[in-house]
């Protein structure tokens, strides 16, 4: 028996090496493009585009604004096509989540997750949609559209205003319907946002 297991592929996909003396860098293929022909290393201004932290008090977020009209059509144009002209029912087929409505389901038999339901800070929506949207080029939007978008999707679910301008200092200061859902870390050296 070998003293080394090189490759193992799991259900198609993932790839594991194993050595007695640990796993290298060169025994776990680092190189998939090369080796299943797709795919690519990420170059610096790949992450560069997605390299941020926006923290919940505004730290982190990129200067920039939007306004509800500008992000009305940034969503049109960007965001309809999966998640759907009223944000709250998406595109079948596109495995998009909705974005709006939801709000008191969440102890629910049939809780609906979604911004305006679930998530505790307006950051991450705007960090979330810097790092991953649109789904076929992610990382592609520029801030002031991202500003824009989070302004009307935000405005559509009536947690702000639709004269709203948003900016790093007005998404801090975005009350969320969920804010207080979450228990707080308790942990000492763990910042807390409230």
């Not at 709006?100 to 979330?128: C, I, M, N, Q």
């Given at each position: ?67 509800y ?107 969320m319907?969920?804010?207080?859902g ?13």
């Amino acid at each position: 028996m070998s003293t080394n297991i090189k490759k193992m592929i799991l259900g198609g996909c993932c790839v594991i090496a194993l050595g007695l003396g640990g796993v290298t860098v060169a025994d776990a293929g680092n190189n998939y493009s090369h080796e299943y022909g797709f795919g690519s290393n990420a170059s610096a201004a790949d992450i560069a585009k997605v390299d941020t932290d926006v923290m919940p008090d505004g730290r982190g977020a990129p200067p920039g604004q939007g306004t509800y009209a500008e992000g009305k059509k940034v969503y049109a144009n960007t965001c309809a096509a999966c998640h759907g002209a009223d944000m709250a029912k998406p595109v079948k087929g596109t495995g998009a989540a909705p974005l709006r409505g939801g709000r008191g389901t969440l102890t629910s038999g049939k809780p609906k997750k979604t911004v305006e339901s679930y998530w505790p800070y307006a950051s991450t929506l705007f960090d979330y949609t810097k790092r991953a949207m649109p789904f076929n080029a992610p990382g592609s939007m520029k801030d002031n559209d991202i500003y824009a978008v989070v302004a009307y999707i935000l405005a559509e679910g009536k947690i702000i205003s639709k004269d709203t301008v948003m900016n790093a200092k007005a998404l801090a200061k975005v009350k969320m319907p969920n804010r207080n859902g979450f228990i707080s870390d308790p942990r000492p050296d763990v910042f807390n946002y409230d």
